[in-house]
């Protein structure tokens, strides 16, 4: 097995598992491990492909607890954000997305600790049609769809499984488009699809170990733990983007 194979299984495993507990964190976790082996433009699309696998098995175990309501702005947002985000892809670096997106997460970070939001927190179509739009050009162009949407969990102060189902969902909706979108424009090479064909086995395996963690966490730990992914993330974005 070829050691490329064998980062894609272990780094996409891992980041099922991240993902199966916090909802996100899955592809910010696997993408810079694989992007050390694989051409970026690879592990991107790569990265699309198997959040799928993700969402999918997050939708299985979660669905019961989506918040239906909540998907309208959501959507809304996401179509034209997936297309922005398809032909950013194609034209933008991907070091000066990341630099963005982990600016924009810190801002973020320091607006919670400034400004504490409510614990029950507020849903609202402009700000869900917001997060929504940012989900679909970030998750097109470098597969980082979650913090946005993520941090629109937060502002609503949904409880840990309507995070995980309502984001669940959310997220094998707009991966379809997204992967949809990026066959159209042939960017599925064979070494994606044989990368693929690995990962979506190792992803769903990592996914499901972590049902049980999430079904107990404590929503106050559950935060916290967001908070933690988001911030690493951010971090992560800003120094690849200076390399």
Same mark, same amino acid.
């Given at each position: 097995m070829d050691l490329e194979v064998i980062v894609v299984v272990c780094a996409w495993f891992l980041g099922g598992f991240i993902s199966g507990v916090s909802g996100i964190g899955g592809a910010m976790f696997a993408v810079p491990i694989a992007a050390m082996f694989i051409p970026i433009q690879q592990v991107i699309v790569l990265s699309c492909i198997l959040n799928l696998a993700m969402d999918g098995t997050l939708t299985a175990l979660h669905f019961r607890f989506c918040r239906i309501s909540a998907l309208g702005p959501l959507l809304a947002g996401t179509i034209p954000g997936s297309v922005a985000g398809l032909f950013i892809l194609q034209m933008v670096p991907g070091q000066i997305l990341q630099g963005i997106v982990g600016v924009l997460l810190l801002v973020f970070l320091l607006w919670q600790q400034v400004f504490r939001i409510h614990e029950k927190g507020t849903e609202s179509w402009l700000v869900g049609g917001l997060a929504g739009c940012a989900a679909g050009v970030l998750g097109t162009a470098i597969s980082f769809d979650g913090?946005?949407?993520?941090?629109?969990?937060?502002?609503?102060?949904?409880?840990?499984?309507? =995070? !995980?189902?309502?984001?669940?969902? =959310?997220? *094998? !909706?707009?991966?379809? !488009?997204? #992967?949809?979108?990026?066959?159209?424009?042939?960017?599925?090479?064979?070494?994606? *699809?044989?990368?693929?064909?690995?990962? =979506?086995?190792?992803?769903?395996?990592?996914?499901? #170990?972590? =049902?049980?963690?999430?079904?107990w966490i404590n929503p106050d730990a559950f935060r916290n733990v967001l908070k933690v992914i988001i911030a690493a993330a951010a971090v992560a974005c800003v120094y690849r983007a200076l390399l």
């Open positions: 913090p946005p949407v993520g941090a629109y969990g937060l502002y609503a102060g949904w409880q840990p499984r309507v =995070f !995980l189902g309502t984001l669940g969902v =959310f997220f *094998i !909706l707009r991966g379809t !488009l997204t #992967c949809t979108l990026q066959a159209y424009s042939g960017l599925y090479s064979p070494e994606v *699809i044989q990368y693929a064909l690995y990962g =979506f086995p190792a992803t769903m395996l990592g996914t499901f #170990c972590a =049902f049980p963690v999430a079904k």
